[in-house]
């Protein structure tokens, strides 16, 4: 047995500071979508922006500074649902590092 | 509009990037449900390994080397295929993808959905968090922003032709292009070509469109093992150096050939 190998392995901590930092890349990527030819994030930002609209239809930049002329009630319900999903899954993913040494 | 996935796979002394490659096709297929080809020199694939399409080109003579620090040596380095992905794909929609970038989920889908002739990830990140790792966003004297090569988009259109066209004529006169940006590798990156060929096609804007997440790393100093089929765990040493370790259920990139090489060897 490599006792060099056991004492680091039981000295090892889980990074719940950097393990949080991913998770937060990882569902920046997840909360992209596409919708209308324009890519878009769901997040705060996006659900303010249309929740404030009060046309039915209206010029947006998407990600790519790409003006997208967008149904806007279709657009808020496809950002509502992706954040929620990608929230929820994020909070689960949370909660498991809590349960990590 | 046919969609498919290309990987390169040519090996050398020490990686079978062959093998890589065909544990990668699997997890495309699972995750991602699109055809894959592989590009290579090897003649005789083994059954095994279930590609949809095999393209076989002759390797071009090398003296490039590169030294992989895992392995503690130098290795010869067969890069200089990358930028003929243009004429080899069979799709009008193709995602090139190292064959050492980790597919774990249906992440990459979403590029299929972006209205954009050609997109490669600008920024790359370490998963460990060692900020040393920023530095490789950028390149040359002259602080070249980078573009990573380890995962380029394209659709069949005249501005990704002429990127890898330029690409080309950059790898035929790297020496060029290397003292043009104060590049102080010898040796020849697609990363740099692509960086480089992207900026010069949109007429040296530095505005070029990119794919909307930053690309998640494991350098080769970071230990790397397969928990599940989807589940890695990273082993690293923390900048107070503290032993750490985490959970990934992610795609990321796995820079270090050997640990991924002993997982395609030993798949969970």
């Known amino acids: 047995m490599d006792t060099n190998e056991l004492i680091s392995h039981s000295r090892a901590r889980f990074d719940h500071h950097q393990a949080k930092i991913v998770l937060r890349e990882k569902y920046q990527a997840k909360l992209t979508f596409a919708y209308g030819g324009g890519m878009w994030r769901a997040g705060p930002e996006l659900l303010t922006v249309l929740t404030v609209c009060p046309d039915e239809s209206a010029v947006l930049l998407d990600l790519y500074e790409t003006p997208v002329n967008v149904d806007i009630r279709e657009l808020e319900l496809a950002a509502q649902q992706r954040w929620q999903e990608q929230m929820n899954a994020w909070l689960v993913e949370h909660e498991e590092l809590h349960k990590n040494r | 509009m046919k969609q498919g996935v290309l990987l390169f796979a040519f090996n050398n002394e020490q ?23 592989v590009v290579t020199d090897v003649a005789d694939i083994p059954v095994t390994y279930q590609f949809d399409q095999v393209v076989t080109v002759d390797l071009q003579p090398t003296e490039q080397t590169r030294y992989f620090k895992d392995y503690k040596s130098v290795g010869t380095w067969h890069n200089k295929n990358r930028s003929n992905a243009y004429e080899l794909s069979p799709w009008d929609h193709t995602l090139v993808l190292d064959v050492d970038f980790v597919v774990a989920s249906d992440q990459l889908k979403r590029l299929f959905n972006i209205d954009q002739d050609f997109l490669a990830h600008r920024w790359a990140y370490d998963i460990a968090g060692h900020q ?44 060029h292009y290397r003292q ?81 090489g002993e997982i395609v060897a030993n798949p969970c």
């Open chain 2, 15 to 37: 990686i079978d990037y062959l093998a890589m490659a065909a544990w990668s096709a699997r997890n495309i297929r699972r995750h991602l449900d699109l055809p894959t080809c």
């Open chain 2, 132 to 175: 040393a790792f920023q530095d490789n966003n950028w390149f040359g004297t002259y602080r070249m922003p980078m573009s990573w090569a380890t995962i380029m988009c394209f659709r069949r259109s005249k501005k990704a032709e002429l990127i890898f066209n330029t690409m080309q004529m950059i790898r035929d006169n790297w020496t």
């Open chain 2, 180 to 260: 043009l940006y104060q590049v102080s590798e010898h040796t020849f990156r697609n990363d740099y070509a692509l960086s480089i060929a992207m900026n010069v096609v949109d007429g040296h804007t530095l505005s070029t469109p990119s794919i909307p997440w930053q690309l998640a790393s494991v350098t080769p100093e970071t230990k790397l093992t397969q928990v599940d089929p989807d589940t890695y765990k990273i082993e690293y040493e923390s900048s107070d150096s503290k032993p750490k370790w985490l959970l990934l259920k992610q795609d990321f990139h796995a820079m270090g050939k050997r640990a991924l």
